[in-house]
């Protein structure tokens, strides 16, 4: 998404009508006179008494990226040169009647490679009891923590180049989730693939994700998925396209490019977060493994190829606020400094075949994959002057294990990148 | 190990817990007359030495689907440098075989921004369609000589996993390179000429994808919305355009008396398959100058020369719309006789070109006969290269002949 004139327009909406509404909002609800028991707040609507909600969510972020270690290929439409973009438009509802729930929203505008096009949750939840609940629609499939927190929540500017590699997006399915105790949470389901909206999409696929609270202060969670993935067939009047892992680093640059693959495809991961107050400590793990039956270039079958990575996470709110996902500044800007929060986050990811036999290729087809890998410290500031506005700005120091493959091919060196983001979301 | 790492961090994490030629002018675009010096693996003078190494099953795949446009990645090698994970694919029209493929390289293909000398890709021709091995390279050294910008192309050998697979020729791809080295700009749209039917370069219709992406293929602004834009109407007007003002209004189109050379080069080259070839016009780049809405031909493919001693020296002319209405105008005609003429006269003949082709004769000879993989015999060779003599012998008589 280029600059876009709704898109300003709908910025610049939600922050007037955002900081407006704070002032404004007891006014309205004389205006609107409601009937007894309803509430009309700024964004949403509710009725204790009916246990009913409806509520209005959406955000816009507008960022900026800057490339000062890269090369900038002009022909090649300007790869790596600065850029503006309006990253997303997210707009949507989300409510509660009794025991049911739902939620529907939009991005009617995001970056297509990474991130598919408009549909993002559609979902109708049914609550049975706090242990168990049945979710069925459009919805993030439950494997890696940070895939299945918001993209308007994140530490950084960009989630972990490992979540984006291996963790798989939203498709249409069931789930059964709910909380056993206060030490157990978990979600299971079947959905019809690992990404609707992505190119590589595997054919049926489960996915189950367990969360242990042996502690208030520590969350344990392991994640599996597994699905089949259907090559497409060789000989039609387009050369196939293939399905496998894609490699990208953090800042955008493609270092690792998919195989042809057919057959299972296994994700597993592992996480761990520490709280204490203003401060938390996470990390995650996650393997992904793809068969490649019948994809040699004389239809041989080809070892499975294997992708790795984790991150490690630290964050800190400077001004005191509890680390939560949604951070409200106790103080906001005309009162106070706001909520500010740094982080600092250490990755790796690679990718590699279970062999190290003949020639190590690139090609799509290789016997014995050349390997690539990709690693990362990235620093971050992150800045809530109120509820409904977020600042961030992120340094990427990024190395790439194959210098062939690195953004200048044959530097063997680090890659600096300066992203910034303004964020105004309804809080 | 890296993983068990990971794990073993995460683990620990819980425990503790807590170069710029001039570019055209309005008046006249105007081609560098000879080829520059420039990457050293168009160099005639030198027989490459060029190697591939891949999997074997991959340089298999690629023999055995050699209709299939499908990439392999290889590290290749010429005159010792080594350029790695460059993409390799089977190319072709005619010349396309499963023994001894004609390969196209794209350096770029899984190393993003991997170039060699400048060029993104190379074609690696497999001169199977010209037993002599020679045709392009003296075709070209013609077109050159005449003011034609054309490729360069060189001799090379060719081995793939240590195996030699014959005698190839590395041929400078028509791309912003070569834009920028021979018409001095590149920011313009160029199209790849793919033969799919007997065209004349009549009127098709104002919707562009009658012309783009085929027969017109875009080389360069792919993205353009537009690109097919400034082609259209250049169509139009050498199709609408009254026979009075034809030669004018090409002018503003075409430097006609260049174009009008180009096309008595090919038939003195007695080419059969150009732009006034038997079987429409082909075998040539088209570029449309950035912003200027003018337009350069730029041959290609011309393995298809040398065709006989004796030549029309109109031959098919009235073949193509461009060609029939540029040569009604009797001074263009004139024009393109005496462009024949000093071709012959000045370079193809027994003076100029013989000793040229003497000379790459002995370059490539054993080479060429120990390439067993080639779809001649020796003799055939040896008889073809004969033949080539002849023809050249014979062009200059022939055209003095019929003026």
Redesign the interface.
């Known amino acids: 998404m280029r600059a876009g004139s709704p898109a300003l327009v709908l910025l610049i909406l939600l922050a007037v009508t955002a900081a407006g509404q704070e002032k404004k909002a007891s006014v309205q609800q004389k205006r609107n006179e409601p009937p007894p028991g309803w509430q009309v707040k700024p964004f949403s609507i509710e009725n204790p008494s009916s246990d009913f909600r409806l509520a209005l969510q959406g955000y816009v972020q507008a960022d900026f990226r800057s490339f000062p270690d890269w090369?900038s290929?002009e022909?090649?439409?300007g790869r790596h040169a600065d850029e503006f973009e309006w990253r997303r438009i997210r707009i949507g509802i989300d409510g509660r009647w009794k025991r049911l729930t739902f939620q529907v929203d939009v991005n009617p505008a995001s970056r297509e490679i990474r991130e598919g096009k408009e549909l993002r949750d559609a979902w109708l939840g049914l609550r049975l009891a706090k242990a168990l609940q049945v979710r069925g629609g459009h919805m993030k499939l439950p494997v890696s923590p940070e895939r299945l927190t918001s993209n308007a929540k994140t530490d950084f500017l960009e989630r972990a180049a490992v979540v984006e590699a291996l963790a798989p997006t939203r498709d249409w399915g069931v789930m059964l989730h709910g909380e056993i105790g206060r030490f157990l949470e978990y979600q299971a389901g079947v959905f019809e693939g690992d990404g609707s909206q992505s190119p590589d999409r595997a054919g049926t696929t489960a996915a189950a994700r367990l969360v242990l609270r042996p502690?208030r202060?520590?969350d344990?969670g392991g994640s599996y998925a597994q699905g089949e993935v259907r090559a497409e067939p060789?000989?039609g009047e387009l050369?196939p396209t293939p399905k496998g892992f894609s490699g990208w680093s953090e800042s955008g640059f493609?270092f690792y490019?998919p195989v042809f693959v057919d057959g299972r495809r296994l994700r597993w991961g592992?996480?761990?977060r520490?709280q204490?107050g203003p401060a938390a400590?996470?990390?995650?793990?996650l393997?992904g493994r793809e068969q490649r039956r019948s994809q040699?270039?004389?239809l041989?079958d080809l070892p499975e190829l294997r992708g790795?990575?984790?991150s490690?996470t630290a964050t800190w709110l400077v001004t005191g606020e509890k680390k939560t996902r949604t951070i409200r500044p106790d103080r906001s800007l005309f009162g106070g400094p706001g909520a500010v929060e740094v982080a600092v986050r250490y990755q790796?990811l690679?990718f590699d075949d279970v062999v190290d036999d003949?020639?190590e290729?690139?090609?799509?087809?290789?016997?014995?994959v050349?390997p690539a890998g990709f690693r990362a410290f990235t620093g971050g500031l992150s800045w809530w002057p109120s509820s409904f506005l977020r600042l961030m700005g992120n340094v990427l120091v990024e190395r790439f294990d194959d210098a062939?493959?690195a953004?200048?091919?044959g530097k063997d060196g680090t890659y600096v990148s300066l992203l910034g983001r303004v964020q105004v979301h309804l809080p | 190990m890296r993983r068990l790492a990971a794990l073993a961090g995460l683990a620990l994490l819980t425990a503790c817990a807590r170069g710029t030629p001039t570019a055209p002018t309005e008046a006249e675009p105007t081609p560098v007359p000879s080829a520059p010096p420039g990457a050293p693996i168009f160099d005639a003078l030198v027989l490459h030495e060029a190697s591939l190494e891949l999997d074997r099953s991959a340089w298999k795949a690629l023999r055995d689907h050699y209709l299939s446009n499908q990439y392999y990645a290889a590290d290749l090698t010429v005159d010792g440098v080594v350029v790695r994970q460059v993409g390799i694919r089977s190319r072709g029209e005619g010349s396309r075989n499963e023994e001894k493929p004609g390969l196209k390289v794209e350096f770029d293909k899984y190393v993003p921004g991997q170039e060699l000398y400048g060029y993104k890709s190379l074609v690696v021709d497999n001169l199977l369609q010209d037993a002599s091995m020679l045709r392009e390279r003296l075709a070209f050294l013609v077109f050159e000589a005449m003011g034609i910008a054309a490729p360069r192309n060189a001799h090379a050998r060719l081995t793939v996993n240590g195996e030699y697979w014959g005698l190839y020729a590395l041929v400078e791809p028509v791309s912003k390179p070569f834009l920028e080295a021979r018409l001095g700009e590149k920011s313009g749209s160029l199209f790849d000429y793919e033969w799919r039917f007997p065209y004349d370069l009549s009127w098709l219709g104002p919707e562009p994808s009658a012309y783009v992406p085929l027969p017109f293929q875009p080389e360069t602004n792919e993205s353009k919305p537009d690109i097919a834009t400034g082609l259209v109407s250049f169509v139009q007007a050498i199709n609408e355009t009254p026979d009075a003002s034809f030669v004018s209004a090409m002018g503003e189109r075409i430097d006609v008396d260049r174009f009008l050379t180009y096309v008595a080069v090919e038939n003195a080259l007695a080419e059969a398959d150009g732009i006034v070839g038997d079987f429409g016009i082909n075998n040539f780049y088209l570029y449309e100058y950035g912003a200027k809405n003018r337009f350069v031909f730029v041959p290609w493919d011309k393995d298809n020369t040398f065709r006989a001693g004796a030549w029309p020296l109109y031959r098919n002319l009235d073949t193509n719309v461009l060609t029939r209405k540029l040569v009604a105008d009797p001074a263009k005609r004139q024009l393109y006789a005496d462009a024949v003429s000093r071709t012959v006269d000045s370079f193809l003949n027994p003076r100029w070109l013989t000793p040229q082709l003497e000379i790459a004769y002995q370059q490539i000879r054993s080479a060429a006969l120990a390439d067993v993989y080639k779809p001649w015999t020796n003799d055939q060779f040896e008889a073809s290269v004969g033949g080539l003599r002849g023809v050249i012998d014979a062009r200059e008589h022939d055209v003095g002949a019929q003026r």
Not at chain 1, 281 to 285: D, Q
Request: without cysteine.
């Open positions: 090369p290929d022909e090649d439409g502690a202060w520590l344990l060789v000989g050369d493609r490019q592992a996480d761990a520490i204490a400590v996470w990390g995650e793990f393997e040699g270039p004389t041989e790795d990575g984790w490690l790796e690679w003949g020639f290729s690139a090609g799509s087809r290789a016997a014995n050349r062939l493959r953004p200048e091919p």
